[in-house]
């Protein structure tokens, strides 16, 4: 529904159920996780031939100005780390329902 038509009261009903949406906030990670494959380099190895051996998992995560960093995700803690990748997300999507709901009380000079 878009905000502009959706009365003060409703605006603020749909805040308090994006509230409850919310992931535990203690479990987010903010990047990708990518997929890394690796050539060894050793003599014979048959990973010479194919893509390398992996796939290794990396959490990806950019900040204004600089490369991104790259941080190692052991494969046992793969699924929660995508879990948590996933709460960030959602967390963030949630936060700017809300900001908007906010946003659009202020320009009604409506209370907050
Ligand atoms: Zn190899």
Not at 38 to 53: F, N
Request: glycine share 8%.
């Amino acid at each position: 529904m878009k905000i502009e038509t959706e009365p003060a009261a409703a605006l603020r009903k749909r805040r308090n159920a994006l509230v409850r949406r919310l992931p535990p906030l203690k479990s987010i990670l903010r990047g990708s996780l990518i997929e890394r494959y690796k050539r060894c380099g050793k003599p014979g190895c048959k990973c010479a031939e194919g893509r390398g051996h992996g796939p290794k998992y990396y959490l990806s995560v950019s900040f204004p100005g600089q490369r991104p960093q790259m941080d190692y995700v052991p494969k046992e803690t793969y699924p929660q780390a995508a879990e948590f990748v996933a709460n960030y997300r959602r967390a963030r999507d949630v936060l700017e329902e809300i900001c908007a709901i906010n946003r659009e009380l202020l320009r009604r000079r409506e209370g907050l």
